[in-house]
């Protein structure tokens, strides 16, 4: 069984407007990530947070972690239709296994 | 650089059969993996390993063998497909998991599909 959820499992949104995606998790951990995967490709490595870290930015993606209630935020600003992906989150619990959440299917419309 | 390389693309056996993805990576990361991905199922790790001649199981090892005789190469081995190995099958590796560095490169994956 995962060890990691997601919500929402889907997600609509217009151009423009900003997408929140949520991840929670069972485990202590040492680091939790987000992937983003288009339709029939491979995974792509989006941003990392340490578990001593709060919050992180890359361009126009921000990231929390909040290990006292086990969850952690994606959120996406200023969307565009190029966003339109499968993000998922993933992290390192015991041993050197990384496990993945459910996803989040987004679509953003033009 | 190629990155990870996944070979066949796709890929059709009956129950039954037996085969081996090919993963390789060119990068030259002590960690590769095999998850697989089902619909509404995320992504489940079935093996993994953290250097030549180390392998271990992960969430879902059952019916696959994987061995890992160099750095560069991680084939997965069907033994005797069924049904519920359909699935699409992807490898990924990293410098090393465990640190905060520990991002996974993916390949394009392998559709397989057992009937």
């Known amino acids: 069984s995962q060890q990691g959820e997601e919500d929402p499992q889907a997600l609509s949104i217009q151009e423009g407007e900003n997408a929140t995606m949520n991840c929670s998790y069972k485990t202590s951990i040492n680091n939790l990530q987000w992937y983003r995967q288009n339709s029939g490709r491979g995974l792509v490595h989006l941003i990392l947070?340490?578990?001593?870290?709060r919050e992180k930015h890359s361009g126009r993606l921000r990231v929390t972690l909040d290990t006292s209630k086990k969850s952690s935020s994606l959120l996406i600003t200023a969307s565009r239709a190029a966003d339109t992906a499968s993000y998922f989150c993933?992290?390192?619990?015991?041993?050197?296994?990384?496990?993945f959440g459910g996803g989040t299917r987004l679509m953003v419309k033009p | 650089n190629a990155g990870v390389t996944q070979t066949p693309k796709f890929q059709v056996l009956k129950t039954g059969q037996s085969m081996t993805l090919q993963c390789a990576q060119d990068m030259n990361h002590e960690y590769m993996s095999w998850y697989r991905q089902d619909p509404g199922m995320g992504l489940r790790l079935i093996h993994y390993?953290?250097?030549?001649?180390?392998?271990d199981q992960g969430e879902v090892p059952n019916g696959y063998n994987v061995s890992r005789s160099t750095t560069e190469d991680f084939p997965l081995r069907l033994l005797s497909a069924a049904p519920s190995q359909t699935s699409v099958y992807f490898c990924?590796?990293?410098?090393?998991?465990?640190?905060?560095?520990?991002?996974?490169?993916f390949g394009e994956g392998s559709r397989l599909t057992v009937l």
């Open positions: 390993s953290v250097g030549a001649g180390i392998t």
């Open positions: 990924a590796s990293s410098l090393l998991i465990s640190t905060n560095t520990g991002e996974l490169f």
């Open positions: 947070i340490r578990s001593n870290e």
């Open positions: 993933a992290f390192v619990n015991a041993g050197n296994m990384l496990t």
